[in-house]
């Protein structure tokens, strides 16, 4: 056994016992244990953690706890470019294509919205999710910390919010993922990105009102669904407004079918 401190700093305190939040304490970790042992041991998820120092060295989750270690977990810095310090992962970890849970539907079809390459399917299983994250490098958008814990997931993110809006919000400000957004050039129900078509090319699929009124269109390959600036766009585009600078959810293809 050995007994290390330990200090958690900004969210990752909101998965620590009360007692342990926004303090240094300390705690005895098994035999041989690494620090990625102990910090889950802790209650926090691997892919929560952007930087570890240990007595004010950089290390990656390999490293074992010794007597009298100090350690300090930081998450993602928002300020600060910490990238020559990062050890805990061999590339980034924030990258724009997602996979979320069973209980993040809402979130997703936000996402797509957005323009996110996002992948959600509610009979995937962790087994699934894991799989299709690994395979096709995407970040696993959960709120159960557990399924982060899992030691091949190196990309994910425990949403804290409980609504969907507010979720959205949440992702796309710690992932600082406004100015990669394309909102309204992704079908919502495929995840295919949508491409324009001549409004000749889909006059016989249109209501007679959208056909009078509306010049430009685009469809989804996948579900042939076609998309226009109708009254549902503009819908989407006002709950948008509050995630993207104002300019963000403008001058986009469609989003009525």
Request: one cysteine or more.
């Amino acid at each position: 056994m050995a007994t290390a401190w330990f200090r958690f700093y900004e969210e990752l305190n909101d998965f620590l016992a009360p007692e342990r939040r926004k303090t240094e304490f300390s705690y005895r970790c098994a035999r041989a244990a690494t620090v990625k042992n102990a910090i889950e041991a802790l209650g926090v998820p691997h892919t929560e953690v952007e930087l570890i120092l240990v007595n004010g060295e950089s290390v990656d989750f390999s490293y074992r706890v010794r007597e009298g270690d100090r350690v300090s977990v930081y998450p993602k810095f928002e300020a600060l470019d910490v990238g020559p310090l990062v050890r805990v992962r061999p590339r980034p970890l924030r990258e724009a294509r997602f996979i979320a849970d069973a209980h993040l539907g809402g979130l997703a079809r936000l996402l797509r919205m957005l323009g996110f390459d996002t992948l959600y399917d509610n009979t995937y299983d962790d087994f699934d999710i894991c799989v299709r994250a690994k395979q096709e490098g995407r970040i696993i958008l959960t709120r159960d910390r557990e399924l982060l814990k899992c030691r091949t997931i190196t990309h994910g993110c425990y949403v804290h919010a409980r609504k969907p809006q507010e979720q959205l919000k949440e992702v796309v400000e710690r992932l600082q993922l406004a100015s990669s957004a394309r909102p309204f050039s992704r079908c919502l129900h495929c995840n295919l990105l949508l491409a324009p078509v001549p409004k000749e090319q889909v006059l016989e699929r249109l209501p007679p009102t959208v056909a009078q009124v509306h010049e430009r269109f685009s469809t989804c390959e996948g579900c042939h669904r076609v998309f226009w600036e109708g009254s549902h766009w503009e819908r989407m585009r006002a709950l948008l407004s509050g995630c993207l600078p104002r300019q963000g959810t403008g001058g986009m293809e469609g989003a009525g079918a």
